[in-house]
């Protein structure tokens, strides 16, 4: 059988048997006449298919094998045109953004030689790949780092791309990245053996967000088991990691003010270590975006904007993400042309910014001066709940009131209320209907009286801690007992009596908003207190006859109402977000489902299955003082986009002063090799 064909088997036969057949391929070469550059190809790309046992028996002979396999393709790979080979076959793998290759391929790297490092991620830059395909290599990079202790280089070589990406202030990139592996890289700094490539790639990664405290709060939870690990293990390498480690924390809080109930488990984490009073010398280093502020950012590598907070406004910011991210609602809103009130208009253009601008995020500060309830103070943290239903009613009546449908007309014998004119934007995405039909035990005389709704508070029943979702909704609607001081005002006794109150759902909305009541009075204390009861998530539900399904949640963080932070949770075709004030990150829908407290989900937006997604509207039909708006927006960010790149974006070099390409082992490929590593 052909060399080639018996590589190609790796592709085709079970998982297991690939790398014993790779291995014995290689070991057929170091036998025979060596290996050819075709050769080397097929192994590379075979290796990116190459599974990773779970059996622990079978991972123990997968690690011997692979190690076999390392030894022998460095061996045969010592020329260095076999070298280019295989690492142009292994980024063009791990660059594609429609594949996920296995972590086996990380072998192909140990060819880099360490101090060529630097050199082989310069000449992948100035390669000038798209931002995608960079973004998804360090993305695997960084996955990889967290799979595999084979690898020697491998710590060093993400973290020489990491600052081969500030260099080039790709920022977005690295955000993007950091937000999605921080977690996973954070937990290895306790293990001694992995701490050494991984623990410098954290510190880098904490030390340079200082533009969004996301990053740092991702790590918080698990600060403390991380601190107590690396005090157990008690040597020179965690002790020195531990101390670099509560530095940059402290810093970090220092630098991130507005936080007191989050930081307030970390400083006890933290607190017998604090030894260090220069610790403010952790933050001197240039953090990413320094100098260029949102505008050079690449919003569209999100493609969503975030908002801005103006003082603890996040309770503002984190429904306003929610209502735009409801499609039905944010076209409504847009097409709206008709005359409207100052709250309605500015609404109106802060989604058409939503949606248009270019800059990575805006600040809201007319909706705040428009919308705030009475008795929010300013610079003070309020309730998200207490906002949108205050938000909502607002904008419902004044459009009701400019419309002339103040008047509702009472429908004898269903007792339902029925409005005369057409229904309001908000009605038309959040109103719901519900008759409460309540019986005297006595007498059996029924009672009903219809209600309009926008969202439905749900109650905790006890403290069961296997509530969902789906039973908070079935026990709003289960038959309440009256009787004590609860008791029914019978019209046909004309007393006071025991009965029974059943609310019936006949008028379901097209979007349903759901309140979890977390919150509750605490006489002792004359406050609202947080239950911190964990609630499953269902992303669907039923109400009536109706299924629904989850696309928004916004989320709180803290154990009081007036404090703590509030962000937001949305769905967008099949892709998930995270708005958090300016920041907006990729996100799924799996790391809002695995919240805990004191982060719960608070308010959830779900949408009826049986009615269908609006697509997104095109700039050209919004009504003509939205589009000046927006021609205006783009002007100011293309304006002073060129002003701050001229100041602060320094040249390219001349492509004659590009760096050689990555050597291996005795310097660099030769002018044939770089030639065919432009693809």
């Known amino acids: 059988m052909a060399v080639k064909q ?42 990116g298919t190459v599974p990773i046992p779970d059996d622990p028996e079978a991972y123990m002979r997968f690690i011997e094998d692979i190690r076999k396999v390392q030894s022998i393709l460095a061996k045969e790979c010592s020329d260095k045109k076999h070298v280019f080979h295989a690492l142009r076959t292994l980024f063009m793998e791990i660059s ?89 890289l954070f937990k290895l700094v306790m293990f001694m053996k992995i701490r050494k490539s991984v623990g410098p790639v954290v510190l880098y990664m904490l030390s340079r967000s200082q533009q969004s405290s996301q990053i740092f709060h991702k790590v918080i939870p698990l600060m403390d088991k991380v601190c107590k690990q690396l005090q157990n293990e008690n040597t020179e390498s965690s002790l020195s990691y531990l101390q670099e480690l509560v530095n940059l924390s402290l810093a970090l809080m220092d630098h991130f003010t507005g936080y007191d109930e989050l930081y307030e488990p970390l400083k006890q984490a933290i607190q017998p270590f604090c030894t260090n009073s220069n610790y403010k010398q952790t933050l001197l280093c240039e953090p990413w975006g320094a100098g260029s502020n949102a505008l050079v950012l690449n919003r569209f590598s999100i493609g969503k904007v975030g908002l801005n907070n103006l003082g603890n406004t996040c309770y503002m910011n984190s429904v306003l993400q929610a209502l735009f991210m409801t499609k039905t609602f944010r076209n409504e809103v847009l097409l709206y042309n008709k005359d409207m009130l100052p709250l309605f208009s500015k609404l109106q253009l802060l989604f058409a910014l939503l949606q248009y601008s270019k800059k990575f995020s805006l600040s809201p500060n007319d909706i705040l001066n428009l ?40 429908v004898e014998g269903a007792a339902a209320l029925v409005a005369i004119c057409p229904p309001t934007v908000v009605q038309q ?26 969202e439905l508070q749900l109650a905790f029943p006890n403290h069961d801690e296997n509530q969902s979702v789906q039973t908070l909704l079935d026990y709003y609607l289960q038959p309440e007992k009256l009787s004590g001081e609860n008791q029914y005002r019978c019209d046909v006794c004309g007393r006071l009596t025991d009965g029974e109150r059943v609310t019936r759902m006949v008028e379901a909305p097209s979007r349903l908003i759901l309140t979890l009541k977390h919150f509750r009075y605490d ?154 590593f432009v693809c």
């Not at 039923?542 to 916004?554: D, I, K, P, T």
Request: proline content about 5%; charged content about 25%; overall charge negative.
């Open 6 to 47: 018996k590589v190609l088997e790796c592709v085709t036969p079970s998982k297991e048997a690939r790398l014993q057949i790779i291995l014995r391929v290689l070991q057929d070469f170091s036998e025979q006449d060596g290996i050819q550059d075709k050769n080397v190809i097929h192994i590379v790309s075979s290796l």
């Open 96 to 184: 594609d953004p429609t594949k996920q290759v296995s972590v086996a391929m990380s072998i192909v790297l140990q060819l880099i030689k360490e101090h060529d490092i630097p050199n082989a991620v310069k000449y992948i830059l100035n390669a000038r790949y798209p931002d995608q395909n960079i973004e998804h290599t360090l993305s695997t990079l960084c996955n990889w780092l967290t799979k595999c202790v084979w690898t020697e280089n491998l710590g060093a070589l993400v973290l020489a791309l990491m600052k081969g990406l500030e260099a080039e202030r790709h920022y977005d990139i690295l955000v993007d990245v950091t937000l999605a592996t921080i977690e996973k």
């Open 371 to 410: 919308s705030r309830p009475p008795g929010f103070l300013p610079g003070h943290q309020h309730d998200s709940s207490e906002f949108l239903g205050y938000l909502l009613d607002t904008l419902h009546e004044q459009e009701k009131n400019l419309g002339g449908n103040g008047e509702e007309e009472a």
């Open 429 to 454: 995405s959040f109103g719901g209907r519900t008759i409460t039909v309540s019986r005297c035990a006595d007498c059996g005389t029924k009672s009903e009286r219809a209600d309009h709704f926008r």
């Open 523 to 676: 006489p002792t204390s004359h406050q609202r207190t947080k239950l911190l009861q964990a609630v499953k998530l269902d992303r669907e539900v039923r109400l009536g006859l109706h299924q629904y399904e989850l696309y928004a949640a916004v989320v709180h963080c803290g154990s009081s109402v007036d404090s703590g932070h509030y962000y937001t949770f949305a769905k967008d075709g099949a892709d998930w977000y995270k708005f958090n004030d300016c920041s907006v990150s990729r996100t799924t829908a799996e790391n809002l489902c695995r919240l805990k407290p004191p982060e719960t989900p608070y308010i959830l937006f779900y949408s009826r299955v049986d009615v269908s997604e609006p697509e997104a509207l095109p700039c050209t039909i919004l009504p003509d003082r939205l589009q000046l708006a927006l021609t205006k927006d783009h002007s100011e960010y293309e304006a002073e986009k060129r002003q701050l790149s001229q100041k602060i974006l320094a040249p390219r070099r001349n492509q004659n002063d590009d760096p050689p390409p990555p050597g291996c082992g005795g310097g660099g490929f030769s002018a044939t090799s770089s030639n065919m």
